[in-house]
């Protein structure tokens, strides 16, 4: 097919904080040096910030690097952290407040600041436009160009495809977008990214990579309840009622408005588990409950997190472009933190591309790249807490968080040896037959909800006649194989309903339903799926959610 090309120094796919950071640096780099570069970012969001969810409590270190007088330039880092407060929720009733002297160094946020990270984006792609890069929203990065061994670009999607794949009035073809350099920065679990990492063998010698759910939602609440800069942080109940893992945060930012969620670690065992559920009866406990009850929810959102940290990054080079951000996982679980951190892969991405052009290289492998990472506080951060993760996955939060105090606040260093996690999140899930049953209550549509209500206030939305773009292997497995064994776990996984086991029409049996329509990108169903049977690719771009202030 002849497609359009377009040519650039230096392409980046994906408009988060890592992307976006790289492509200020290049440019802010180029005009240092009085040179002329093309950057260009492509983000299928319909636009900058639209799939962006994180908690979020922001640590300025990189964007202090990027940008020193951000402040002046309008950052919407408006809220600073006033006050830390961690709880033991032993039950659905009753909660022990954690002393701060007991708390590991790295949970406590002075000098951060609770933020809309979409905003951040937002604001960021301003100053890469600012600075000549060329931003295009609603354009998903469908497929890479590789020749000869080397990655040379991307092609977006096509549009206006129908769901049984012929042409519908309007089609466009997807563009080639080519550069001597790209750079993946497509977020957790980003398709893209996923694929580079098996083709060139990125994580060879490496622990598998492990992912969380994150589902958060916004909040307006009664101002007698609201305290600006308020960072609250639970453990314990719901999750390790199920001897899962995972943690709440309920941080309070500007306007009266808090952010509300539950991170559930995806190497849960159980397959009743519903993720989604627990987020719901979280908010029924008197902690939780008191801030929300006479509050109004807003917003609504799902995202996976890469949290394997140091003992899963893969290597992140490869010829053609570098894998930045939490597309090869850069973030530290053990701050609940990965902005900074993404930042900061972008910022070191951006100047080992630069050094490469400048010495006249197109597309060969930028091998400096470790080295630069190498020397960074982002690789020492990383590598102090690498065995914040494997520790809760094998003792739970209490054991795990004590060897995480033992290291931050009386060793003042990790300890001499690192534990590992080698069990893939996929593979943990144990036979429904073997597991204990959830009660989950009906929702009351005050404080605990639905999922399609759920979704509706995310502003979800994909061309409805498009293909289905959650892709099964073997399209009988779900109702052959997971349903037998594990109660097909993903009707629970998947936050937004996707997923259901109906009733044939003619009533010979039950049969998998996927509700493409309803899918807010988080993720989850191609990473937990205990067969790896599902593939998540990227829909039209400018499908998806559309976030507000998240």
């Known amino acids: 097919m002849e497609r359009e090309s377009m040519e650039f120094d230096v392409l980046i796919v994906g408009g988060g904080p890592a992307g976006l950071s790289a492509a200020c640096r290049v440019m802010q780099l180029a005009q240092e040096a009085g040179e002329e570069l093309t950057v260009c970012v492509v983000e299928k969001g319909s636009e900058i910030g639209a799939h962006i969810l994180a908690g979020t409590v922001f640590e300025p270190t990189a964007l202090n690097e990027l940008f020193p007088d951000w402040k002046e330039k309008g950052a919407p ?131 598998p990579q492990h992912y969380g759910i994150g589902i958060k939602e916004l909040w307006d609440i009664d101002p007698a309840k609201h305290e600006p800069g308020l960072v609250v942080h639970t453990t314990g109940w719901p999750l390790n009622e199920t001897g899962s893992t995972g943690g709440s945060f309920l941080y309070h930012l500007e306007n009266g ?18 993720p989604f559920e627990e987020f719901q009866r979280l908010k029924l406990h008197p902690e939780v409950k008191k801030y929300l009850e006479g509050g109004k929810r807003v917003a609504y959102g799902a995202r996976a997190i890469t949290k394997g940290g140091f003992n899963s990054l893969p290597k992140m080079s490869f010829p053609g472009g570098l894998l930045l951000g939490c597309d090869a996982g850069t973030l530290n679980f053990s701050k609940i ?45 990383l590598y102090a807490e690498r065995n914040f993760g494997p520790a809760m996955h094998k ?19 990790s ?40 979704v509706f ?66 993720k989850t169903c191609d990473i937990k799926d205990p067969a790896q049977n599902i593939t998540w690719v990227t829909p039209e771009g400018g499908g998806g959610p559309n976030y507000p202030n998240m």
């Open 77 to 207: 880092l408006n809220t600073p952290v006033t006050r830390d407060d961690i709880f033991l929720l032993k039950n659905q009733e009753n909660a022990t407040r954690i002393p701060n002297a007991f708390v590991p160094k790295n949970m406590h946020n002075h000098g951060n600041y609770i933020i809309s990270l979409g905003n951040l984006c937002r604001w960021l792609a301003e100053q890469a436009e600012g600075l000549g890069v060329e931003v295009y929203p609603g354009f998903a990065a469908a497929e890479t160009i590789v020749e000869d061994g080397q990655v040379k670009g991307i092609i977006t999607g096509d549009m206006g495809v129908a769901r049984d794949g012929s042409e519908k009035d309007g089609y466009m073809p997807g563009m080639e977008l080519r550069a001597k350099y790209t750079l993946f920065t497509e977020g957790c679990r980003g398709h893209l990214g996923k694929r580079l990492i098996n083709d060139f063998k990125l994580d060879e010698g490496k622990d």
């Open 257 to 274: 408005q808090v952010y509300v969620g539950l991170i559930t670690d995806l190497s849960y065992s159980n397959p009743h588990l519903s």
């Open 337 to 381: 933190k990965g902005s900074h951190t993404a930042m900061k892969s972008g910022l070191l991405g951006a100047d080992a591309v630069f050094e490469a052009l400048k010495e006249g290289r197109n597309g060969e492998e930028i091998t400096s790249f470790q080295k630069r990472y190498e020397d960074s506080w982002l690789y020492k951060e």
């Open 395 to 413: 003792f739970g939060n209490v054991i795990g968080g004590a060897i995480a105090f033992f290291e931050q606040n009386i060793l003042h260093r």
């Open 415 to 454: 300890l001499p040896f690192t534990f590992h996690d080698t069990t893939p999140d996929y593979a943990t899930m144990k036979p429904a037959s073997e597991c204990k049953k959830v009660s989950y209550p009906k929702p009351d549509n005050t404080l605990t909800f639905d999922r399609l209500s759920s």
């Open 457 to 522: 206030i995310s502003n979800t939305n994909h061309e409805e006649d498009q293909p289905v773009h959650l892709k099964l292997t073997d399209p009988e497995l779900p109702i052959r194989d997971n349903l037998p064994k594990y109660d097909e776990p993903a009707q629970r996984y998947c936050p937004a309903g996707v997923y259901e086991v109906v009733e044939k029409d003619d009533g010979s049996g039950k049969r998998f339903q996927i509700n493409a329509q309803n899918c807010v990108h988080c």
